[in-house]
């Protein structure tokens, strides 16, 4: 199957895969060949694609995916390559957001913070499942 993760400024992968897995608002999908055609919003995670022996893992910051005919198009805000993700910049920015979700007065800064905690662990999630 055909997979490709489009953001707003580029393409993020395309390419011929085994199977696809990633997290979406009702729970994780897996996809393979063959599957049933399937429209369904996307979470904050991890997005992993299995090619042969080699697997490849991206963050995806919400958005759609869409399988239908062999294809697997997956349409997101902000998507990174394990290889684009800089460790100690997502662990610092977890930190931040922690404290920042500690010290949360207002019930927007909470939600602003838990969203950046989940933003920066779906970025370690995709950085260390090598």
Known sequence: MFLK???QEKVVFEGEVDSVFTKTIDGEIGILKGHIPTM???NIGVTKAVIGEQVKFFTTMGGILQFKDEECLILTTLAE???EIDEAR???AL???KRRLRNAEARLDAKRAEAAIARAEARL???LSR
């Open 5 to 7: 993760i489009i953001t």
């Open 40 to 42: 369904t919003a996307l």
């Open 81 to 83: 390559s394990d290889e």
């Open 90 to 92: 997502a662990r610092e």
């Open 95 to 97: 930190e931040r957001a």
């Open 125 to 127: 999630k995709a950085k």
